[in-house]
């Protein structure tokens, strides 16, 4: 189908999508009228396809059923929504991004067994939470460990030193949220 074409098939589409609209919303033409300042006639034939669209109709139509411009009229979605997972080896690791870079980071990490291994704290600038989804996680924070099973988390600042490693031989699964410091996770959750 041509470009031509589509532009054509949209069009027509958007009197039958005015007419779904508008009884979803439970408006009768002379309250769509009232709304928009369209007359009664006008919104009829855009419904019925007689009349074409204006820019000028289009808005105060999108404003009404609280939609954006390009949704009223069927426009195709622009861009990629999907992140283009690129995975990352760093110090035996496995990070696999989750977010697009700026603000608070995803990742899913990946940390395989490692017996022979000293653990390494390290610091830095930010805040992390992490939680497991497979395998079991020792965390060394400062003088503490912790152990965590599949659905548990925890946060931490990374200003305090810190390791993340298996605690059994296999490999742990996480997901795991970096933010620039001062930036915590914040759960609310419902009481019954």
């Known amino acids: 189908m041509s470009t031509e074409q589509e532009k054509k098939d949209r069009l027509a589409a958007v009197g039958p999508r005015l007419r779904e609209l508008r009884q979803r919303h439970g408006l009768t033409l002379a309250h769509l009228a009232e709304q928009t300042g369209i007359n009664e006639s006008t919104l009829s034939r855009l419904e019925g396809g007689t009349r074409k669209p204006t820019l000028e109709m289009l ?18 979605r622009t861009g990629d929504p999907r992140i283009h997972l690129r995975p990352v080896n760093r110090n035996g690791m496995t990070f696999v991004p989750l977010s697009r870079p700026g603000g ?83 759960l609310k959750a419902r009481t019954t």
């Open 59 to 76: 808005l105060p139509l999108a404003e009404v059923f609280t939609m954006p411009l390009d949704e009223l009229v069927g426009a195709p």
């Open 104 to 186: 608070v980071q995803a990742h899913k990490l990946l940390i395989p067994p490692r017996p022979d291994t000293e653990p390494q704290l390290s610091t830095h600038e930010g805040f992390e939470w992490v939680y497991v989804l497979a395998g079991r996680l020792r965390l060394l924070l400062g003088e503490e460990t912790v152990v965590l099973k599949p659905g548990e988390a925890a946060e931490f600042d990374t200003h305090v030193p810190h390791w993340l490693g298996s605690d059994d031989r296999r490999t742990v699964e996480l997901l795991i949220l970096f933010g620039p410091q001062g930036e915590r996770a914040h």
